[in-house]
């Protein structure tokens, strides 16, 4: 017979591991609904080292309300064929997202989280843990030498690499891409309006960007280790700003700093198993699209909160009950497959050559319209399905993405 445990015999009801914008943000939600909650964080401030482009998209913006952390609102896009074609978009009127200091914005997260009552250990990250039927137990080294707690459930928002995710086998991502960005002051951009690059020498199968951000501008390459061969991230990022026919537009950049990270995508096939969840980077949950993590991170603890607090409070962690916050989130798995689709037709498989034509089409006006009317950063299924419907030269381009997109 199983044993009762009274909610005093356990530390917390909740563990975090990582104080990310998603381990302060999830942390939030349970302290909200009065659930005793610990963040850990193993760098002794929270938000650094960043490695991100600063995008969050409105939605989760409103989520947390945070538009003092926003450095410049972006509402536009100016996007460039290897040939140099460009696609420009956007409605002054239409914030389409927001380019935010990324180290505010995690800080001001995690702060909400602590005044709704959740604590934060800094410097401190569990070395060991046992998942028992009844509680968990974890070890944490400490600044102030090793602790042992219990909780009911250990949360992983512990990022691309996450430790958790690897202690307990929980699998990996579908894709990693690899981003790598340095933050430059005197480009010359276009006010609000974020610039994108693409090409085969550029960013193989992605897309390099330049996000305007106060008084400097972001400058990055994504892409995966498949196309790049034996090249870097670094080498691309130089070959943009020296060797493009862009390279002008970087005459006179100064570097002020650098960053590289992974980027995961591709919900895992479980983000659950007994008195664990997954969370953020570490379930896998960045858009292939743009790589944005923030918006679908936030997005998934949306839609698993409620029914997320009552089996903590119900202790009913084991995996078949979680295994239904899981399913939850199958529409986000579906949809992150279609997208990951559209993608692939529309860039990643696709030749210089091939991304000539389609930015040729994309220039249209009518086209630049329907782009404006229906296109959304964060969500570009309904227009890529439109366009796969609505412009015939697209069918043929995209004959995959039609069977994965339209009938998956
Ligand atoms: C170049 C680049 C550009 C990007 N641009 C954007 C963008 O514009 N918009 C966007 O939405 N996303 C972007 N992303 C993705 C985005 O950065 C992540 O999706 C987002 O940070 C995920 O948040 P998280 O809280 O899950 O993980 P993280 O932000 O990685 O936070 C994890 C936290 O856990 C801590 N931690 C890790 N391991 C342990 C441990 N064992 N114990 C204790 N603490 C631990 C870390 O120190 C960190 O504080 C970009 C990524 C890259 C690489």
């Known amino acids: 017979m199983p044993i009762e445990l009274t909610m005093d ?212 390459v994504w892409s995966q280790t498949k196309y790049i061969g034996e090249k870097s991230c670094e080498d691309l990022l130089n070959e943009l700003m020296r060797n493009s026919r862009w390279s002008y537009k970087f005459k006179d950049c100064k570097e002020v700093g650098r960053f590289v990270g992974s980027v995961p995508s591709g919900i895992l096939k479980s983000t659950t198993s007994t008195r664990v969840a997954l969370f953020g980077d570490a379930a896998g949950i960045c858009k292939p699209t743009t790589g944005g ?31 239904k916050i899981d399913k939850s989130i199958d529409k986000m798995r579906k949809s992150q497959s279609r997208a990951r689709a559209l993608r692939d037709a529309f860039l990643s498989h696709s030749s210089d050559d091939e991304l000539e034509e389609i930015f040729k089409i994309w220039a249209k006006p009518d086209v630049i319209e329907m782009i404006n009317e229906v296109g959304e950063i964060e969500n570009p299924i309904p227009l890529g399905t439109k366009m796969l419907r609505e412009i015939p030269e697209f069918r043929k381009l995209a004959g995959k993405a039609i069977k994965a997109v339209l009938w998956s």
Request: charged content about 25%.
């Open 293 to 323: 993590g923030i918006g679908p991170g936030f997005a998934h603890i949306d839609l698993i909160a409620g029914d997320f607090i009552n089996l903590i409070r119900e202790n009913k962690l084991d995996a078949r009950n979680l295994s």
């Open 9 to 220: 015999e356990f530390d917390y009801d909740a563990i975090i591991v990582g104080a990310g914008p998603i381990g302060g943000y999830l942390a939030q939600k349970l302290a909200e609904d009065n659930l005793r909650v610990l963040i850990l964080e193993e760098h002794s401030e929270i938000g650094r080292p960043f490695q991100c482009a600063g995008l969050v998209n409105p939605k989760a913006m409103a989520s947390v309300g945070l538009l003092e952390t926003v450095l410049t609102p972006i509402w536009g896009a100016r996007i460039y064929s290897p040939e140099g074609t460009l696609v420009e978009i956007g409605q002054k009127n239409k914030v389409r997202t927001w380019s935010v200091c990324r180290k505010l914005f995690d800080e001001a997260v995690v702060i909400q989280s602590i005044k709704s009552g959740a604590d934060i250990w800094l410097s401190s990250k569990p070395v060991n843990l046992k998942i028992g039927e009844e509680k968990v137990e974890i070890e944490i080294s400490t600044p102030n030498g090793i602790k042992n707690l219990t909780t009911k459930v250990i949360c992983g928002a512990d990022g691309a690499h996450s430790w958790v995710r690897r202690k307990l086998k929980m699998g990996r991502p579908k894709e990693t891409m690899i981003g790598m960005q340095i933050e430059v002051a005197g480009y010359e951009g276009k006010e609000g309006k974020l610039d994108m690059y693409t090409g085969s020498d550029i960013s193989p199968g992605f897309f390099a960007w330049v996000i305007p951000s106060g008084e400097t501008a972001r400058v990055g």
